[in-house]
């Protein structure tokens, strides 16, 4: 059964970073596109960043483009997402996702940014 499980959120201060891991398992990592979504809360989930299975292109929605970075070690069968210069509008719960099979969700990985 696939599986992916994020970690690393936590709260964070306004203009902190933070890196997200997604750790990848019973599938062919290295074969598959990547991506991070994010909730905020009473929001719709949304695209964030996208990542091509050997890790050549990367695509980013405007308002992360410039502070966020999506990469992924094939290697060790996981997904980042370096998050840089944070604001309160970044508050969501962090999701990564594999189009792998109809598509699988991560449980999610919270991040909050509050002074």
């Known amino acids: 059964q696939v599986q992916l499980v994020e970690s690393g959120g936590c709260l964070v201060q306004p203009g902190g970073s933070l890196r997200l891991s997604c750790a990848a398992s019973?599938?062919?990592?290295?074969?598959?596109?990547m991506r991070w979504y994010r909730q905020a809360p009473g929001k719709e989930r949304a695209l964030v960043a996208s990542i091509t299975s050997a890790g050549g292109t990367t695509t980013y929605a405007d308002s992360v483009k410039g502070r966020f970075t999506i990469s992924r070690d094939n290697a060790k069968n996981t997904l980042y997402l370096q998050l840089n210069s944070l604001t309160p509008e970044d508050t969501a719960v962090y999701y990564c996702?594999?189009?792998?099979?109809?598509?699988?969700w991560g449980q999610g990985t919270l991040v909050t940014v509050s002074s």
């Open positions: 019973f599938f062919t990592f290295t074969t598959s596109a």
């Open positions: 996702y594999t189009p792998v099979g109809m598509g699988v």
